[in-house]
């Protein structure tokens, strides 16, 4: 199977976590049907339960899980049992988040965004990657064109030689927009984050970054707020204290002290793909991806330690508890318990060896472990659960 993606500057790089668990699931499940799967809604399965569900979260006292052909899943009972809500749309779901126990967004392949208004029975489309792409591209467009007008102003020679540097990034920014825009929604919306109600941030491949103050009604490109000219995929945002992080692709670790106003490039122990990111309010985080590759910090990511983890399945997802112990999944069924001191203490493997994309806690003290099978529960032995701190909804 082929697991990788042409890169803007001709480059072949790994696909990320969403699209490598979709190919998965796709040679288990079956070829995706025929149409337009932005404009029509997923079609009800006995199956979906059953099927490749790439994210699960808490909803207030329920549960929501998302994944492949717009199937949403809600369960009121912790798992034991699941009802499949309608989507609009039959596009592969990678997240979600909820703020409260009615609002939250979805979002997923082809650039969509999807919002619940009541705790995720009912979804309407906010956004799709046609219009994420004019979005991108009107922005590259503006910067470029202000930067232009800077150049023709009066500058001394230092000023001018920044000012060129910069505009030879702008300018590949612009093109590359124009070249997305020409392509058609194809670029994967892979995470998401949530202040309030109002205001939030989606991350996905190729830099895609838009921001919202109104719930998702409107949207603003952010993707050049980021040290990121080469336009790397972004993979995973969590809160961990009271900062943001985003997990990216080529080893790039970013931190935001404002709620992603602002973005730090942040000193990277490893130059692979990172696909998540957990941590606690005391500052211990951990950052995971590719063959098994795991780093931990405890001073807020200033620097970094190796983990070793002993296996090569690469790690998807991670849940940090109150003590400092941590659980990884990822791909080839694993599962790794870490001490607080990083040390591996369990590591366990599915029998049937498939992928496990994303790890919750839940109110019985189990993991809910969701992924090619669906969505099921381990006991997290030999360590107890008492509480979370989840990478996806850390704030809560």
């Known amino acids: ?42 079609l009800k399965s006995d199956l979906a339960a059953s099927r490749m569900l790439l994210d699960i979260e808490r909803a207030g006292s329920n549960l929501v899980a998302v994944g492949e052909r717009g199937h949403i899943l809600i369960s009121t009972d912790e798992a034991d049992t699941w009802q499949q809500a309608p989507a609009p749309v039959r596009v592969t779901l990678t997240n979600t988040f909820f703020v409260d126990d009615s609002f939250g967004w979805a979002v997923g392949h082809d650039g969509v965004v999807l919002k619940t208004e009541d705790g995720g029975r009912n979804w309407r489309k906010v956004m799709d990657g046609e219009r994420a792409n004019k979005l991108m591209l009107g922005h590259a467009e503006a910067r470029l064109a202000e930067l232009e007008y800077e150049l023709e102003a009066d500058a001394d020679e230092q000023q001018r030689e920044e000012l060129e540097f910069e505009l030879e990034n702008r300018t590949y920014m612009a093109e590359d927009a124009a070249a997305f825009a020409d392509e058609g929604p194809s670029r994967p919306f892979l995470d998401l984050w949530f202040k309030d109600r109002n205001e939030g941030l989606v991350i996905g491949a190729f830099g895609l970054i838009l921001h919202t103050t109104d719930g998702g009604e409107t949207w603003s490109a952010w993707f050049d707020r980021l040290d990121n000219p080469s336009l790397f995929h972004l993979n995973a945002i969590s809160r961990i204290g009271d900062q943001l992080y ?133 006991v997290p032995a030999p360590f107890h659960v008492t509480a979370t701190v989840s990478g996806g909804n850390a704030d809560e």
């Open 1 to 42: 199977m082929n697991t990788q993606i042409q890169s803007r500057n001709g480059c072949k790089t790994r696909l990320t976590r969403s699209s490598l668990s979709l190919l998965i699931g796709l040679a288990i499940s079956g070829t995706v049907i025929a149409g337009d799967a932005l404009e029509e809604p997923a």
């Open 246 to 378: 985003i997990a990216a692709e080529a080893g790039n670790l970013y931190r935001s002290a404002d709620w992603g106003q602002h973005w730090e490039l942040l000193d990277s122990p490893y130059d692979g793909s990172f696909f998540g990111i957990t941590g606690n309010d005391r500052g211990r985080i951990i950052t995971f991806g590719l063959r098994g590759n795991a780093f931990q910090s405890d001073d807020w990511g200033d620097s970094w330690e190796t983990i070793e983890t002993g296996v090569d399945s690469t790690l998807f997802s991670g849940a940090m508890l109150a003590d400092g112990s941590a659980v990884l999944v990822g791909a080839a069924g694993v599962s790794l318990h870490l001490d607080a001191e990083g040390q591996v203490i369990g590591t366990d493997r599915d029998p049937a060896r498939l992928p496990q994309s994303k790890v919750l806690v839940s109110e019985k003290k189990e993991l809910l472990i969701a992924g090619a099978h669906g969505v099921h529960a381990a």
